[in-house]
T-cell receptor, first 114, second 114 residues
Framework: DGGITQSPKYLFRKEGQNVTLSCEQN?????MYWYRQDPGQGLRLIYY???????QKGDIAEGYSVSREKKESFPLTVTSAQKNPTAFYLC?????????????FGDGTRLSIL | SQKIEQNSEALNIQEGKTATLTCNYT??????LQWYRQDPGRGPVFLLL???NEKEKRKERLKVTFDTTLKQSLFHITASQPADSATYLC?????????????WGAGTKLIIKP
């Protein structure tokens, strides 16, 4: 079955450490997204990419970085500059067609500080 | 700034009754409104999309309405079942220069009691 795979499911970060969250999709979608979900808040967009080797900042990109070297993969790095990284991170993808397409999500990575 | 409001308190409904969830928005003119279901520890799953020129959309036991004058969407689940218990998120898109980005509500937790 096609879908989005995020790994790991749980991740712990030490002070001053960069950590990378994996996101892979086999849906042949052009667009991919990273969101952060905090209790009581809506999903907030960190980065998105509409095509390989291109990506744009979302609303809360500071302290994060991404790459899109392959259509299937969109890893997110949480850098030491992100001072409040504890959250549930969700990766999503969608087709790029006329009109808006639904987003398909992975099952998330929960990041905590040690 | 753009704002979406969903009931922050959990909604408790008796099995078999109709559950109605509300999504209100301000300072935005979306072209689309989407509803997603999210189970604990999982990513959101797309349910329904309704466009600005559509008043109502149905899918099995689900019905969504969209009133652009009131800036409100209602999401109904008829003949509710305990398996419908989850958090339901609304998301707006396609307004202005959105670049396929969605604006998300914080979600309403629905509990269906047997």
């Amino acid at each position: 079955d096609g879908g989005i795979t995020q790994s790991p499911k749980y991740l712990f970060r030490k002070e001053g450490q960069n950590v990378t969250l994996s996101c892979e999709q086999n849906l042949n979608h052009d667009a991919m997204y990273w969101y952060r979900q905090d209790p009581g808040q809506g999903l907030r967009l960190i980065y998105y990419s509409q095509i390989v080797n291109d990506f744009q900042k979302g609303d809360i990109a500071e302290g994060y970085s991404v790459s899109r070297e392959k259509k299937e993969s969109f890893p997110l790095t949480v850098t030491s500059a992100q001072k409040n990284p504890t959250a549930f991170y969700l990766c999503a993808s969608s087709m790029m067609r006329q009109g808006f397409q639904p987003q398909h999500f992975g099952d998330g990575t929960r990041l905590s500080i040690l | 700034s753009q704002k979406i409001e969903q009931n922050s308190e959990a909604l408790n409904i008796q099995e078999g009754k109709t559950a109605t969830l509300t999504c209100n928005y301000t300072n935005y003119s979306p072209a689309y409104l989407q509803w997603y279901r999210q189970d604990p520890g999982r990513g959101p799953v797309f349910l329904l999309l309704i466009r600005e020129n559509e008043k109502e959309k149905r899918k099995e036991r689900l019905k969504v309405t969209f009133d652009t004058t009131l800036k409100q969407s209602l999401f109904h689940i008829t003949a509710s079942q305990p398996a419908d218990s989850a958090t339901y998120l609304c998301a707006l898109g396609g307004g202005g220069d959105s670049n396929y980005q969605l604006i998300w509500g914080a979600g309403t937790k629905l509990i269906i009691k047997p």
